[in-house]
């Protein structure tokens, strides 16, 4: 199966948003968790993305084939994660 490679050369934050804004059809909040939607074949490609930042409101994620989990870091809520995304970019 084809995989576009995340770009580790770069700066984690530039290419994430990048990549929310070109890969993310819709990020919904739910309680401490983003659900982030994507094309068929991009969750893991983004999910990579949003771990390389390091961000510590981001405890994990969890991608499947188009759609992926972000799981909130304790005393954070997916609303904070949906904000932090949208502030760098992302539009979805």
Avoid: W
């Avoid at 576009?4 to 050369?9: A, E, F, L, T």
């Avoid at 059809?25 to 930042?53: K, Y």
């Avoid at 510590?56 to 084939?65: E, F, K, W």
């Avoid at 997916?78 to 502030?87: C, H, I, M, N, P």
Wanted: glycine share 10%; no cysteine; aromatic share 4%.
């Amino acid at each position: 199966r084809y995989a576009i490679p995340v770009d580790v050369s770069g700066d984690p934050a530039t290419e994430l948003s990048r990549v929310l804004a070109t890969r993310a059809r819709a990020m919904v909040p739910s309680g401490n968790l983003l659900v982030v939607r994507t094309g068929t074949g991009a969750a893991q490609f983004v999910a990579a993305a949003i771990d390389a930042v390091g961000d510590p409101a981001v405890a994990g994620s969890v991608a499947g084939d188009d759609t992926i989990i972000v799981v909130a870091a304790e005393g954070h809520s997916g609303r904070d994660l949906l904000q932090t995304f949208e502030s760098i970019g992302a539009e979805a």
